[in-house]
């Protein structure tokens, strides 16, 4: 058994997050595991940048009201409890409602060797995206 000590929080970067998103790292697998696990904390109004995973992401909202949106689909509210999971490549968002913060656990796996990023990232949710009704 291992008890570690955390790990420094760490700021979204603004290339990849709109407002203010703070990163912890929980779980990050040594080899042969890829899984890596991180609690992510939107404040009101911040959201990633459209992007999609190479194997997938699943969320664990545990705080707060967030929304969600995948490419072509509308916007979805969620909340404390839910578990949102996206498949391998489907571009899509996540983030923290207008008025409410928003905390989410992701669970994603890395690509080993291969050249692919674990995430492709690519524009930012404008504000009048953002505003869609959810
Ligand atoms: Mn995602």
Redesign the pocket.
Known sequence: MDIRSRRPTTKGAAETFTGDVWIDSIVQGEEPSRVRVNLVRFTPGAR?AR???ALG?T?YVSEGVGRVQSRGEEITEIRPGEVVF?PSDEW???GAAPDNFMAHF?ITEGVGDSPKPE?DWGAHVTDAEYRGTP
């Open positions: 990633t992007h999609s995973h992401q969320l996206t899509h968002w996540h992701s995430a």
